[in-house]
């Protein structure tokens, strides 16, 4: 699609509104164990590999690596000394942070070229704007130009699809995806069964309010459903937008003039908020992602509708107490079928500031190929396997037994279109985002509304009509619209 280009503002606005993150549109990975430096008993695979890296002076390249403290990342983190044995010319050095704090850094250093890292993690929603700033460089002509360099076997065409698609800019691939998620709902069979209920494979807001506030319990401290109330675009709004899409709203019209105050937008946020309110988890206003998927894992709540790499959480003996009770549909749409799951990769990227291209390359190629998934499957138990970012991923048997998750997975992520999100033409890509730089600040800054609406201090009319002014002046500053 076609879009307006702001006046100037993409690198100036993109270092400062960064750093005032809170969280993002991705979740957090179900716990799984940090892997051995050296194969567990039994028989683990043999650790990926392929060419070593050429020595640099001196004989051994080291790559800095930034990445978010997710504990897939530090799963991949605990396998350093599989990567190095079999890359023996190559040290890996780790830089662990915090989502937010990762996030400021990595596109303060990328931004301004300062050049501190080979290998930055990033997300969907950076990659294509990254590329077109020019602060990532192209995978494709890296693997093309140095295939000595590349994971052997390493299969771009088995990446899934709309994956692959959301880490491209001009037809190119900027960035490989270590693992990759949709939306779901999430829903405790134990208690639908007890209360006679059944739910759909694609149930409708309708019938998910129906059944929520049917199963709410207060007293016996069982609450109809889980969703997100925490302030931040990626916190609230990431399921929030996907029912607003679903209602038939839309964040920007095709002139780039914000719907924040639509009808679509008030029907919406009006039915989540009530949601929330009449039979939802307390303290609805600062859950985040954690937080709810703490209410549904200790069954605390009947229902929960997020991102789908949680189901690994949810299926872990160790920290879930209704792995036997857990089911697994699709996410809940209201008036249109569009835009009602979203899609999101945490991937791996090379700044163009990095000396070290060729190398960096020989990792990344490594920890997403193939070869990395079975090896974190037979190390740790493949429902702890990175998902969301193979096809062979979910013809696997062994992941196919692992995962009964899998299945409504990979539908998700299939069928998630973030060229194609809303019922009306809008001049932006993205689903539960707008792929725009400005939509971190606007996003955050209309989701402090809301939430204080789910708190009850507010009405949504007056967080609308707020949220709307919010979105206008940023625009206008931004220069989409006068």
């Not at 809008?426 to 725009?436: E, S, T, W």
């Given at each position: 699609m076609s879009r307006v280009s702001p006046r100037g503002r993409?690198?100036?606005?993109?270092?400062?509104?960064?750093?005032?993150?809170?969280?993002?549109?991705?979740?957090?990975?179900?716990?799984?164990?940090?892997?051995?430096?050296?194969?567990?008993?039994?028989?683990?695979?043999?650790?990926?590999?392929?060419a070593p890296?050429?020595?640099?002076?001196?004989?051994?390249?080291?790559?800095?690596?930034?990445?978010?403290?997710?504990?897939?990342?530090?799963?991949?983190?605990?396998?350093?000394?599989?990567?190095e044995a079999s890359h023996p010319n190559i040290k890996l050095k780790w830089v662990v942070l915090p989502e937010n704090e990762l996030r400021s850094r990595v596109t303060t250093d990328v931004a301004s070229g300062t050049g501190s890292f080979d290998v930055v993690t990033v997300g969907t929603y950076e990659v294509?704007?990254?590329?077109?700033?020019?602060?990532?460089?192209?995978?494709?002509?890296?693997?093309?130009?140095?295939?000595?360099?590349?994971?052997?076997?390493?299969?771009?065409?088995?990446?899934?699809?709309?994956?692959?698609?959301?880490?491209?800019?001009?037809?190119?691939?900027?960035?490989?995806p270590f693992y990759g998620e949709s939306s779901m709902t999430f829903y405790n069979k134990k208690m639908f069964k007890d209360a006679g209920i059944v739910m759909p494979a694609e149930p409708t807001w309708d019938q998910i309010r129906e059944f929520a506030c049917k199963l709410h319990h207060p007293d016996q401290k069982q609450y109809g459903i889980a969703l997100r109330g925490l302030p931040?675009?990626?916190?609230?709004?990431a399921p929030l937008t996907t029912a607003i899409n679903s209602f038939g709203g839309k964040w920007f019209d095709d002139k780039w003039t914000p719907q924040v105050d639509s009808k679509e937008w008030h029907d919406a946020v009006s039915f989540y908020v009530k949601l929330l309110q009449d039979c939802g988890v307390p303290g609805a206003a600062g859950n985040g992602f954690s937080e709810s998927l703490t209410a549904m894992s200790q069954g605390q709540a009947a229902m929960w509708i997020d991102a789908t790499v949680a189901a690994g959480f949810l299926t872990d003996p160790k920290q879930s107490k209704i792995v036997n009770d857990v089911g697994f549909v699709m996410a809940p749409y209201a008036n249109t079928k569009k835009g009602y799951h979203w899609l999101w990769a945490w991937s791996l990227a090379i700044p163009k500031t990095s000396a070290h291209q060729k190398e960096a390359l020989e990792f990344i190629t490594w920890a997403t190929s193939k070869d990395y998934i079975a090896l974190v499957g037979t190390t740790n138990g493949w429902n702890t396997a990175p998902p969301g970012t193979r096809t062979s991923t979910y013809q696997n048997p062994d992941y196919q037994k692992a995962a009964p998750f899998a299945a409504v997975t990979l539908q998700s992520i299939q069928t998630a279109d973030p060229t194609d999100a809303t019922r009306d033409k809008?001049?932006?890509?993205?689903?539960?985002?707008?792929?725009?730089p400005e939509f971190q600040g606007i996003g955050t800054d209309v989701s402090k509304e809301i939430s204080a609406a789910i708190a009850g201090k507010q009405s949504v009319d007056d967080a609308l009509k707020k949220g709307q002014d919010i979105a206008t002046k940023a625009m206008k500053d931004a220069g989409y619209i006068k």
């Open positions: 993409m690198l100036t606005l993109a270092i400062p509104v960064l750093a005032a993150l809170a969280l993002t549109a991705c979740a957090p990975r179900p716990a799984a164990p940090v892997a051995p430096a050296a194969p567990a008993a039994g028989g683990a695979a043999a650790a990926p590999t392929s890296a050429a020595p640099a002076a001196g004989g051994v390249t080291e790559l800095t690596i930034i990445t978010v403290n997710n504990p897939d990342m530090k799963t991949m983190q605990g396998f350093t000394g599989k990567f294509p704007i990254w590329a077109k700033n020019g602060w990532i460089v192209s995978v494709d002509d890296l693997m093309k130009n140095n295939p000595s360099n590349t994971q052997a076997n390493y299969d771009v065409g088995d990446l899934i699809k709309p994956i692959r698609l959301g880490l491209s800019y001009n037809n190119a691939l900027y960035a490989l931040g675009w990626g916190e609230l709004f809008v001049p932006y890509v993205g689903v539960q985002f707008v792929g725009i």
